[in-house]
């Protein structure tokens, strides 16, 4: 099968009717569709395309560069994306990003990081971001996934749509070949840009393309078709996988988003596993790999109701209380020394995590007295062994027996 406009056209607006309802609402329609533009063959067969169906979409079409500043040749890639656009008089932004990578994370992590971060800045309310991966791509991202061990979420590879900043990101192009594109650009007579790195195998997806899949097609020459089927039903089964664990997690949760132990332990222990990784999901915070939910699972959930257990992994701290299980980022390092001081009046941050806040109420907190003095509160941070006595009580007691018996967390 060539590529078309019309193929092209089709795939938007399968895109556009498989949205979830909360985003078909009257004037849901895109207002702009925004291309990620590299300059390479991919976008450019995206971009043309979709400059040829802006009548029939009437929709405005723009397109964004990252411009990462990692190859000698950056500068002259952002030059060609800026010829092709006026070519194609599409309205091009150009963001310039700088990719630091983290410990551990390899250049080519980092520089997708600050890409999509970037992205993020310009999609807006009604936009519409469109990447050009294709089936080719999807087919690698499958079997590396497979072969970092992930689970269904992992194994559905790139979404066809998704939520993304104030809009959406489509990939419209995962059922098209890389070989369908690039015979499109060579009859449209196109000129591209071709990133040298794309060539070096010590990275596992260009191993993969060069080296294995080669291979595989020789045996399957479907291989890449079939892959893509494979990332399509393990989507539905992580859909299912996530109906179920909202299910069981209703009335688990409560206004701070902390997880009843009890509950969860009323679960089979494939079905807590399902709940725990939504839950943290559902937080912005990373995954936890299996072993780290089995340990969850023998350290927390089986621990005694006096005991404080928690566990860390990558970015994440995971604390029970009590019956309720929290996570959270780690709280950052803090001078022990800290003093701060709050008039009552105003929200005031807290130089490690969250902020302090005042409201009226009756029988309980501190005098208004105070407020009426003007007088400010001092604040410090536990040392241990401080006391105090409650209005209405008639001898001291410590400020952790008083915490305990408010039952907020330490």
């Not at 992930?150 to 070949?177: C, I, K, N, T």
């Amino acid at each position: 099968m060539s590529m078309t406009p019309s193929r092209l056209l089709q795939a938007l607006h399968e895109c556009l009717a498989a949205r979830p309802l909360a985003a078909c609402e009257p004037n849901a329609h895109p207002k702009r569709f925004i291309v990620a533009y590299s300059g390479g063959l991919d976008s450019h067969c995206l971009l043309h395309l979709l400059s040829t169906c802006r009548e029939q979409l009437a929709v405005s079409i723009e397109a964004v560069h990252v411009h990462h500043g990692l190859q000698a040749d950056a500068d002259r890639w952002a030059e060609h994306c800026q010829q092709v656009c006026q070519q194609l008089d599409v309205p091009l932004t150009m963001l310039h990003v700088t990719a630091r990578a983290a410990k551990g994370e390899s250049p080519e992590a980092a520089a997708r990081t600050a890409r999509y971060a970037a992205l993020r800045e310009v999609i807006k309310q009604g936009d519409v971001l469109l990447t050009a991966q294709h089936r080719d791509d999807q087919a690698e991202t499958l079997l590396l996934q497979l072969f970092r061990g992930s689970g269904s979420r992992g194994q559905a590879s790139m979404p066809r749509q998704r939520p993304f900043a104030e809009g959406e990101h489509w990939r419209p192009l995962l059922d098209v070949s890389r070989d369908e594109l690039r015979h499109y650009a060579e009859q449209q007579q196109f000129n591209w840009e071709e990133d040298p790195s794309n060539q070096d195998i010590n990275f596992d997806r260009n191993y993969l393309r060069h080296e294995v899949m080669p291979v595989l097609h020789r045996r399957w020459p479907a291989i890449d078709e079939t892959l893509g089927r494979v990332a399509s039903q393990q989507a539905e089964n992580e859909n299912l996988l996530e109906i179920l664990a909202a299910q069981d997690m209703r009335g688990m949760l409560d206004a701070e988003h902390s997880l009843s132990v009890t509950g969860l332990n009323g679960l089979d222990e494939a079905r807590q596993r399902n709940v725990l990784r939504l839950w943290v999901r559902q937080q912005g915070l990373g995954l936890p790999s299996l072993r780290k939910l089995l340990q969850v699972q023998r350290d927390m959930l089986g621990a005694g109701v006096d005991r404080n257990p928690h566990l860390e992994w990558s970015g994440v701290e995971l604390r029970r209380y009590r019956d309720r299980l929290y996570a959270m980022r780690p709280l950052l390092a803090v001078d022990e020394n800290w003093r701060g001081e709050w008039n009552l009046q105003e929200t005031i941050n807290l130089p490690w995590s969250g902020q302090l806040s005042s409201r009226d109420t009756i029988g309980e907190g501190l005098r208004t007295n105070l407020l009426q003095t003007g007088e400010s509160i001092q604040l410090r941070l536990r040392h241990g062994g401080e006391r105090c006595r409650p209005v209405g009580r008639g001898q001291q007691h410590s400020l952790k027996n008083l915490f305990q018996e408010a039952g907020i967390p330490p």
